[in-house]
């Protein structure tokens, strides 16, 4: 990771970390770097979430790369999966996403996406990066009839949902479903998405004002998604994040089923109907343990990655897989998709439900989760780097391994999108997961705390 781009983008609290000048220069850079063939003016495609800095943003930007000479499609609100799609149909160089995904509404950022729709690699980061910074030359502003132009795309909702649809063979029909929008990009394409597939949708939080956004409600905060779902006897519920690349579903009996769960229903089918490439799921460091064995029962192989999307696909891509995700949700189905998508996630798991007519309380037994503890250890940027050489807890996590032994493991790690520090442990015990979690998390934050 560079001074800028953590592992999704570039990303602060909107207006003090993340300006308006630092957008229109990331508009800029991204313009130099990602031009296809140096072209006189290079096309590209943004969209937003429904933050309230995400206009300012998104204008910043748009300013940025007409400054420079690129046209500008701009899609409005929209999900951030919608825009890795767009980018390809709409024939562009390069997309932009303004969002901070599951983050509080004064957070935004920034996320870039190449014209195959796929995140940048850490090299292009760099070099857009070096612009920006001072460090590289290579835009030049633009006058008079070279100037960029801005266009609205009128059709970007109904062409996204257009093609969700077109990846599932089966309706939705006699289906009663609830949608969590986290009052976020879904809310403008999950009603239309799902009722046209034919399910009885049951819409919440799909009111934004922009300050609500991921409050309270969501993939984050799925537990009034839980309550609905089982108050109101529907068949399942789908939550997704603030710009939808997210989803957790809930099933009948009211119970919260998260990227894990939900990678194992979908493989164990792709696997019988000979759809799982080479056999072979990716997942990362953070994947639960009942994955990893449930794997092991059902003949699959599992590859491990560093936490982030990104790196999923990178794999994926590396060793021609199809199939990938993360625990948080982040699931990519690459025979449809670029990047990780909620509402491609949610109707792949429903059309399996239609097609075999089983319950998702039965569907989700596939798998038994480790009991898992998270904690957040919030700290400074400067804690941040030291936590990379504290030698105390260098030796509280060596501990910390040796209590949860051959049942269990920890994973200790910076986060790359916001400034907290990882406590993850699992066993097959509850009380020594959540014991040993507590007691490293005591040892970094009163290490990292006065840093």
């Known amino acids: 990771?560079?001074?800028?781009?953590?592992?999704?983008?570039?990303?602060?609290?909107?207006?003090?970390?993340?300006?308006?000048?630092?957008?229109?220069?990331?508009?800029?850079?991204?313009?130099?770097?990602?031009?296809?063939?140096?072209?006189?003016?290079?096309?590209?495609?943004?969209?937003?979430?429904?933050?309230?800095?995400?206009?300012?943003?998104?204008?910043?930007?748009?300013?940025?790369?007409?400054?420079?000479?690129?046209?500008?499609?701009?899609?409005?609100?929209?999900?951030?999966?919608?825009?890795?799609?767009?980018?390809?149909?709409?024939?562009?160089?390069?997309?932009?996403?303004?969002s901070a995904s599951h983050n509080p509404f004064e957070y935004n950022g920034l996320k870039i996406f190449s014209g195959d729709?796929?995140?940048?690699?850490?090299?292009?980061?760099?070099?857009?990066?070096?612009?920006?910074?001072?460090?590289?030359?290579?835009?030049?502003?633009?006058?008079?009839?070279?100037?960029?132009?801005?266009?609205?795309?009128?059709?970007?909702?109904?062409?996204?949902?257009?093609?969700?649809?077109?990846?599932?063979?089966?309706?939705?029909?006699?289906?009663?479903?609830?949608?969590?929008?986290?009052?976020?990009?879904?809310?403008v394409t999950a009603q239309r998405l799902f009722t046209e597939l034919g399910a009885d949708c049951h819409m919440i939080f799909d009111t934004p004002n922009g300050t609500n956004i991921n409050k309270g409600c969501g993939s984050t905060h799925p537990e009034a998604l839980c309550a609905y779902v089982k108050e109101h006897q529907l068949d399942a519920g789908c939550a997704f994040d603030g710009d939808a690349d997210r989803c957790f579903c809930v099933d009948d009996q009211g119970r919260l089923i998260d990227g894990d769960n939900i990678m194992a229903i979908l493989a164990q089918d792709m696997k019988m109907r000979g759809k799982l490439?080479?056999?072979?799921?990716?997942?990362?460091?953070?994947?639960?343990?009942?994955?990893?064995?449930?794997?092991?029962?059902?003949?699959?192989?599992?590859?491990?990655?560093?936490v982030g999307d990104r790196y999923v696909l990178e794999q994926m891509l590396l060793e021609d897989f199809n199939f990938g995700g993360e625990q948080s949700g982040h699931i990519i189905f690459r025979d449809f998709a670029t990047t990780g998508d909620g509402q491609l996630t949610a109707i792949q798991l429903l059309s399996q439900i239609r097609r075999t007519g089983e319950k998702l309380s039965d569907l989700s037994n596939c798998m038994?989760?480790?009991?898992?503890?998270?904690?957040?250890?919030?700290?400074?940027?400067?804690?941040?780097?030291?936590?990379?050489?504290?030698?105390?807890?260098?030796?509280?996590?060596?501990?910390?391994?040796?209590?949860?032994?051959?049942?269990?493991?920890?994973?200790?790690?910076?986060?790359?999108?916001e400034p907290l520090i990882r406590v993850m442990t699992e066993h097959r015990d509850p009380v020594i997961a959540d014991e040993v979690a507590k007691e490293l998390a005591a040892v970094v934050e009163k290490q990292l705390s006065n840093k």
């Open 1 to 98: 990771m560079g001074i800028l781009f953590g592992t999704d983008g570039i990303r602060g609290i909107a207006n003090q970390d993340l300006t308006p000048e630092l957008a229109m220069s990331v508009g800029r850079a991204a313009a130099a770097v990602l031009s296809a063939d140096n072209r006189r003016h290079p096309k590209f495609v943004i969209g937003c979430d429904t933050r309230l800095s995400s206009g300012m943003l998104s204008s910043a930007a748009i300013a940025g790369l007409c400054s420079v000479g690129a046209d500008v499609i701009d899609l409005g609100v929209i999900p951030t999966p919608a825009v890795a799609y767009l980018v390809g149909k709409y024939k562009a160089d390069a997309g932009i996403m303004i």
């Open 277 to 306: 490439a080479k056999n072979t799921i990716v997942g990362t460091i953070m994947t639960n343990l009942g994955f990893v064995k449930f794997c092991e029962e059902n003949g699959i192989d599992f590859a491990a990655t560093k």
């Open 368 to 417: 038994t989760k480790f009991p898992q503890s998270m904690i957040n250890v919030k700290v400074s940027s400067e804690g941040k780097l030291a936590f990379y050489t504290d030698l105390a807890i260098k030796q509280a996590s060596e501990k910390a391994r040796e209590k949860l032994g051959a049942d269990g493991r920890l994973v200790l790690r910076a986060s790359g999108t």
């Open 117 to 187: 729709g796929y995140k940048l690699p850490d090299a292009l980061e760099e070099e857009i990066e070096n612009i920006i910074t001072g460090n590289s030359h290579r835009h030049q502003q633009m006058t008079a009839a070279d100037v960029g132009r801005v266009s609205r795309a009128e059709n970007a909702v109904k062409d996204y949902v257009d093609h969700l649809k077109s990846t599932v063979p089966y309706s939705l029909d006699g289906m009663k479903i609830a949608v969590d929008c986290a009052n976020g990009s879904a809310s």
